[in-house]
């Protein structure tokens, strides 16, 4: 597996094409190749930019349900189900008084960039939009997957068997998440590469550009055992106790 | 950044030289380069294997919290305050009738695979000791950094500005978790190699052997929103509830 960032892009403006940027500046592609893109320069292209006065008004409307807070910090849910501090609102590397919300639908986003690179380049591509998420119980962010086209996020191991012969039950590795995390290693925060080729994963990348995008990656509501901040489900639960006593037992 | 898996490394036995065997089969290493071993090949190298039927109690045995459980998945926090399930006891790759340990102390094995493999070579390699664990909110597992020796684990960016000229406030990517990531990418889980060559990251290799470890990934208590389960929180909210009202108020 070979990754590597794509240079000499130019920094991305609303109305862009980007597809068409991308295409001159990333070089010569391989069936197989899969590009991660970072959701900033898709947001930027289509021109998700507001004020930044907005700020917090923006995260709430982005925001479907509050998952959980802690002084200025908001940890959300968004239309798509994807869990993340402040609705993945961004004020960095954005013009000054201005903040950039993400895609309006990553995974179109995805279908979108994937279409036009099959297109012009006549070769199947996977294409997975990128984001920088907190976790919980770990320090730092890492780089997940977003919205994705063309190409598989969930590689599906249960049924098949180990080097010992044992069945791995539940095995699902993320590999949209784990694509996203590795090409975030060459494409750097800071240096104005939101781009980077992921050569070698070729299995990944289906016929279809319509593959289910990244939303195999969201976990359903009644599967998820940390829905909501421990605080806020203690104080619910705190709740509901002072009630079911006044109500006499 | 080039990755590829180290091919032809023999089944692992307790009381196997792990870094001799790794250092066998690995064929030639460039200074920089960062070795991604899994944590269950060093497991059993160390000898942590007990008896299946043991396996409850095992997991007992590794927790120091109960983080959430629901039916028979028990979400645990380990000694080294890595939260996962089942304590990382499994049951894969390992024998009938028995199952694996996490290595006792994976920042100790990181170190002393790191120096022995650094005395061979004559050159700075990092090690990270891999291994897989799912996540809140999100479907799939990823490979994560559990121990880690000869680099850095977060790439500390809060104060360096982006393309932009923003200060970049809160990013610390978790590359010790990323390149874990990306090595499961061509380790695999089924096919019987644990060893992975990461190159192209030579700027997170550090020239002392004791780096931190793994331990800066792990999120302190206080710093955490998500302690506990969402029901077990609720829970011991409701109780409390109770018995604030039942003394009066």
Known sequence: MTLWAVEGLPEIQPGDDLAALIGDAVGD????DILAITSKIVSKAEGRIVQAADREAAITAETVRVVATRGTTRIVENAWGQIMAAAGVDASNTADGTVL????NPDRSAYDLCLALRERFGIRLGVVITDTFGRPWREGQTDVA?????????????GT???AGH?????QPAVGDEIAAAADLVKGKANGTPVAVV???GHYVTDEIDSGGAQPLVRKADADMFRVGSTEAWDEGYRAGLQAADQGD
């Open 29 to 32: 592609l391989q069936d197989g």
């Open 167 to 171: 069945e791995l039950h539940v095995t």
């Open 146 to 158: 977003l919205g994705a086209a063309g190409m598989r996020v969930l590689d599906d191991l249960r």
């Open 199 to 201: 050569r070698g994963l």
């Open 101 to 104: 919300l993400l895609p309006e």
């Open 161 to 163: 068997r180990d080097a």
